[in-house]
Nanobody
Framework: EVQLVESGGGSAQAGGSLRLSCRLT????????LGWARQVRGEAREGREGVATIDSDGSTTYADSVKGRFTISKGSAGNTLWLQMDSLKPEDAAMYYCVGSPSLSGGYCYSQYITRGAYWGQGTQVTVSS
């Protein structure tokens, strides 16, 4: 059973940092595109934005809105995913979701596609005050 459990959300001031974690339970040896997506409170589900992705080969992509400020990484054991968020802006405030997709791996693991992922965590809230 695939499980994704986020933690690490909270409040920060603009310019500050937060680090999100996602504990992963995925089939051993499988190739997954992993990533983070976010949804602003009050917006429709269809408005979810892909933030960053990391493929099984370690290649990463980022949305233009976070490029240079956020860093996605995963543990060597493959059971933890992180999102380091620096230079936070008020517009980064959202519910952040850890997402996994076996079908996107190996060619389609891009931030703009991660919202199509099949497996989602429950989300962790990030608030940024100006």
């Amino acid at each position: 059973e695939v499980q994704l459990v986020e933690s690490g959300g909270g409040s920060a001031q603009a310019g500050g940092s937060l680090r999100l974690s996602c504990r992963l339970t995925i089939p051993p040896g499988s190739n997954y595109c992993l990533g983070w997506a976010r949804q602003v409170r009050g917006e429709a589900r269809e408005g979810r934005e892909g933030v960053a992705t990391i493929d099984s080969d370690g290649s990463t992509t980022y949305a233009d809105s976070v490029k240079g400020r956020f860093t996605i990484s995963k543990g060597s054991a493959g059971n933890t995913l992180w999102l380091q968020m620096d230079s936070l802006k008020p517009e980064d405030a959202a519910m952040y979701y850890c997402v996994g997709s076996p079908s996107l791996s190996g060619g389609y693991c891009y931030s703009q596609y991660i919202t199509r992922g099949a497996y989602w965590g429950q989300g962790t809230q990030v608030t940024v005050s100006s």
